[in-house]
């Protein structure tokens, strides 16, 4: 069984960039999360995917979309990098949604620097 | 919204038990999670409530009351390896469905 994997695992922009992060999902799990953790944080929810549909947002703004696939990979794009941006953005895969979703496995992270 | 509270730090010796309190605010409560976050590596799921109540695994244990809007992990028998942050994180339902995690609890255990 193969877990969660995050590709790249560190990442340097500049201010105004667009990025692309990706999540392969553990095998079998249909629903994918992804968090932004600044450092000494915990992880904040930026949006919730199930079965290729968003269906739950946090706080973020819209340059910050998502997309999964068929297979149940995933993408975070964020666009117009601000220095803020710069954390460790994890995915988290699970198998369904609500009560259904008891367990999360996350992956390692990506490390994104913006300058 | 969401939101919960969880002490920034706690102590404990080894062999110890130790107790993190989680309060929460959520609407469309589904459940209470923990999980455990060692320096540079990602979270891990320790324990899940829906239900009243205490869930033992191995050493760790969590309770919630829906009731009172609060929950606990117990960790016993503290090893070297348990230090390390610990989350909890509630998932509900608020126009579309969210986990939104505590800011952590830093355990540290000393010998």
């Known amino acids: 069984e193969t877990g969660v994997t995050q590709s790249p695992t560190h990442l340097i922009k500049t201010r105004g960039q667009q990025v692309t992060l990706r999540c392969s999902s553990q095998?079998?799990?249909?629903?994918v999360s992804w968090y932004q953790q600044a450092l000494g944080q915990g992880p904040q929810f930026i949006f919730q995917?199930?079965?290729?549909?968003?269906?739950g947002r946090g706080n973020f703004p819209p340059r910050f979309s998502g997309l999964q696939f068929p297979n149940y990979s995933s993408e975070l794009n964020v666009n117009a990098l601000e220095l803020d941006d710069s954390a460790l953005y994890l995915c988290?895969?699970?198998?369904?949604?609500?009560?259904?979703?008891?367990?999360?496995?996350f992956g390692p992270g990506t490390r994104l620097t913006v300058t | 919204g969401q939101s919960l509270e969880q002490p920034s730090e706690v102590t404990a010796v080894e062999g110890a038990i130790v107790q993190i309190n989680c309060t929460y605010q959520?609407?469309?409560?589904?459940?209470l999670s923990w999980y455990q976050q060692h320096d540079g590596g990602a979270p891990t799921f320790l324990s899940y409530n829906a239900l009243d109540g205490l869930e033992e695994t191995g050493r760790f244990s969590s309770f919630l009351s829906r009731s009172d809007s609060y929950g606990y992990l117990l960790l016993q028998e503290l090893q070297m390896k348990d230090s390390a942050s610990y989350f909890c994180a509630v998932t509900g339902n608020t126009g579309g469905f969210k986990t939104i995690f505590g800011a952590g609890t830093r355990l540290f255990v000393k010998a």
């Open positions: 995917y199930y079965r290729e549909e968003e269906n």
């Open positions: 988290a895969s699970s198998l369904g949604v609500g009560a259904g979703a008891r367990e999360q496995y």
């Open positions: 959520t609407s469309g409560f589904y459940g």
């Open positions: 095998s079998g799990h249909n629903t």
